[in-house]
């Protein structure tokens, strides 16, 4: 097993679990130094840094170019990078894409879905390569859902949830991340899941880590902020200062 993964898995119940988004080399080398245990080069960039609407306009090549960068800068954390849509659609698409996602440098990569990719999920980990999965709200199927909502209301979402951390386990995945998921119901998940769970909108301290975009931890997307986004500083605010005084001290040639 690789040793981050161990040093990872090892912390469940011990210690909280970090991880956060990158998309670039000075970002993720950052992110590194500051001892995160995880990088997620998440389909998310497709949002916060190409202008996308949603993660569904995403490309293999997109998470190539960036994951390589990210690669590069990071020597700690464990570095994840985001599956596409589309890009693993059967067992022997997803084991593709995964390979070429750990030649560009990763060293796990990440999936949507739980009952419906369980084979997916273990035809890639029998490749020896680690996955980590991701159940609850599934950004990729937006559309199909018609926009985001959170997971978990009822008794039946509720089930079916619990029924796709099984299935992630069974497959062979170290982690999964519980997205937009009833607080509770994220709880009663990560009490019953042997591997480790990481939330992102399902409440603090409900699961055995947390997933956070940069962008809204930092404030550098001023444009849209999730409502369960907690922000730690506002670069958006300070690069626009710096950008204002700069512009003032411009002087014509005499």
């Not at 067992?91 to 995964?98: K, S």
């Not at 769970?197 to 444009?223: F, K, R």
Request: aromatic share 4%.
């Amino acid at each position: 097993m690789n040793e981050k993964i161990a040093n990872i898995i090892s912390k469940k119940g011990k210690q909280p679990i970090s991880e956060l988004t990158a998309y670039d080399y000075p970002t993720a080398r950052l992110l590194d130094e500051a001892g995160v245990d995880m990088i997620l080069v998440g389909d998310s960039l497709g949002m916060v840094m190409l202008g996308y609407p949603d993660t569904t306009h995403v490309k293999l090549e997109h998470m190539l170019h960036h994951g390589a960068a990210v690669a590069r800068a990071a020597k700690n954390a464990l570095v994840i990078v985001d599956m596409p849509i589309h890009t693993y659609d059967t067992p022997a698409q997803a084991l593709e894409t995964a390979r070429a996602l750990m030649e560009m440098g990763a060293e796990a990569v990440k999936l949507e879905g739980g009952v419906d990719k369980e084979e997916h999920i273990r035809t890639i980990v029998q490749a020896g390569i680690p996955v980590q999965g991701h159940i609850g709200l599934l950004p990729q199927k937006v559309k199909d859902e018609g926009g985001f909502r959170m997971k978990g209301k009822t008794e039946e979402e509720a089930a079916a949830i619990m029924r796709d951390m099984e299935a992630v386990v069974r497959a062979g995945a170290f982690s999964v991340v519980i997205e937009c998921t009833k607080h509770s119901v994220a709880a009663a998940i990560t009490q019953t899941c042997p591997i480790v769970t990481i939330g992102i909108g399902a409440g603090l301290g409900t699961c055995d880590g947390e997933v956070s975009v940069i962008h809204d931890l930092v404030g550098s997307y001023p444009w849209f902020v999730p409502g369960f986004a907690r922000p730690k500083a506002n670069v958006a605010a300070e690069i626009t200062r710096a950008v204002t005084e700069w512009k003032q001290q411009l002087t014509l040639p005499r």
